[in-house]
């Protein structure tokens, strides 16, 4: 079955500094993989989604992430963080294995330190 | 834009009653799903369907019922609320079959506490 690993449930870093958030998953073939924000008191938004195509992948506001298949990851990262990026961020994907069903990483808290 | 709307940000129900949470969503969107959040476990899906008066279980559809009557509104039902449904319910919607590349628009939620 389908599952994903969100390592770190809370990660702090210093605003300008880069910010890292991990996602790993398990899947027999290549599935599709997205990135969603909650911003305080909102629902969540698509950040990115990798389908297929090139590996390297542009969000919204400044976020990318890369589907490395031979790692089973998808790292979330940002250049240098801005005091409005702290918000939770949740990986998540879908394939055959989960009949297209979205799984869930439990998510990971994003703190900015001024 | 896609809009999804649930009719509550906030609800507070006592023990033994029937609540319901409507969502409605203005793309016309063949999928709609609940989920619900709590801290530390992600979102858990509790029932999606895929086409009016279409249902089907998630992972946790256990003290809950859906309706769609039609094809914008999805309405999640506890039949009898209990203290551990206290809870974040998110509504969400897409196009496609099953989440087949297609993103999820959400709502902003329902903070449901049950006393």
């Known amino acids: 079955a389908q599952s994903v690993t969100q390592l770190g449930s809370h990660v702090s870093v210093s605003e300008g500094a880069l910010v890292l958030l991990r996602c790993n998953y398990s899947?027999?073939?290549?599935?599709?993989l997205f990135w969603y924000v909650q911003y305080p008191n909102q629902g969540l938004q698509l950040l990115l989604k990798?389908?297929?195509?090139a590996t390297l992948v542009k969000g919204i506001n400044g976020f990318e992430a890369e589907f490395k298949k031979s790692e089973t990851s998808f790292h979330l990262t940002k250049p240098s963080a801005h005091m409005s990026d702290a918000a939770e961020y949740f990986c998540a994907v879908s394939g055959p294995d989960s009949n297209y069903q979205l799984i869930w990483g439990a998510g990971t808290k994003l703190i900015i330190k001024p | 834009d896609v809009k999804v709307t649930q009719s509550s940000r906030y609800l507070v129900k006592r023990t033994g009653e029937k609540v319901f949470l409507e969502c409605v969503q203005d793309?016309?969107?063949?999928?709609m799903f609940w989920y619900r959040q709590d801290p530390g476990l992600g979102l858990r899906l509790i029932y999606f369907?895929?086409?009016?008066?279409?249902?089907e279980k998630g992972d946790i559809p256990e003290g809950y019922s859906v309706s769609r009557e039609k094809k914008e509104r999805f309405s999640l039902i506890l039949e009898s609320a209990s203290t551990n449904q206290t809870s974040m319910y998110l509504c969400?919607?897409?196009?496609?079959?099953?989440?087949?590349?297609?993103?999820?628009?959400f709502g902003n939620g329902t903070r449901l506490t049950v006393t």
């Open positions: 793309m016309d969107h063949e999928n």
């Open positions: 990798y389908t297929t195509g």
């Open positions: 899947s027999s073939v290549p599935p599709y």
């Open positions: 369907s895929y086409d009016v008066k279409m249902k």
């Open positions: 969400a919607s897409s196009l496609g079959t099953g989440a087949l590349g297609s993103p999820l628009h």
